[in-house]
């Protein structure tokens, strides 16, 4: 069954929500571009309201890598997810730092990123179509790859339940596709959950 992870928790609603719900990850948008953006030390208060079941991600943006492990090695987060431009060389850096599992995010818009993601050093990666557009990537190509993998970009209610059938991914990533007017909604995230769980029945 592929697991469920709701990112962009910002709120203690939110929280609330999801320890009801039990998801198996969600995420904390750690970089401030983005409108979903939490800090440090507002992710650190919210990790403290969330089921000890749930794994926190956080997601980041070429952030120093000292940084990172300082949240990972606190335990304001389970896994770190590296949504920018990090190499192969960030990666060791921040091994050294922190053991927490890393999770590499990877656009997919040809053949060549699919080899990328193969190659990928991180202990699990994410397909994705961009920074949180909301649009979803080529089904097709990311039919192609062999490891696991996380799939994000453009999930919601209406085509999680056909993505998870044809792909199989290891997880699902959602964010916008459980919004309602900007802001994460209790219902629209029970409606993607019981998606995913009936597509396996």
């Known amino acids: 069954m592929s697991r469920i992870k709701l990112c962009g928790m910002s709120r203690p609603e939110d929280i609330a929500a999801v320890n009801e719900l039990k998801p198996d990850y969600i995420g904390f948008v750690i970089w401030e571009p983005s409108k979903r953006y939490v800090s440090g030390k507002e992710a650190g208060e919210l990790k403290k309201m969330l089921d000890p079941g749930i794994k926190a991600v956080g997601v980041f943006v070429n952030e120093i890598p000292e940084n990172v492990a300082e949240l990972a090695n606190t335990d304001v987060i389970d896994l770190i997810q590296l949504h920018g ?34 190659k990928s050093p991180a202990d699990h990666i994410l397909l994705d179509s961009g920074k949180g557009g909301g649009k979803t990537i080529d089904w097709e190509l990311a039919a192609l790859i062999c490891r696991p ?52 029945v």
Do not use: C, W
């Open 149 to 200: 993998y996380f799939l994000a970009g453009g999930l919601n209610t209406e085509n999680v339940s056909e993505v998870v059938k044809k792909l199989h991914p290891y997880a699902v990533d959602v964010s916008s596709g459980i919004e309602t007017d900007g802001h994460k909604d209790p219902v629209r995230m029970r409606e993607f959950i019981t998606a995913v769980h009936e597509s396996e």
């Open 85 to 118: 431009d990090e190499d192969d060389d960030y990666i060791k850096r921040l091994r050294k730092l922190t053991a927490k599992p890393l999770i590499q995010a990877i656009r997919i818009v040809s053949k060549d990123d699919i080899i990328r993601a193969e």
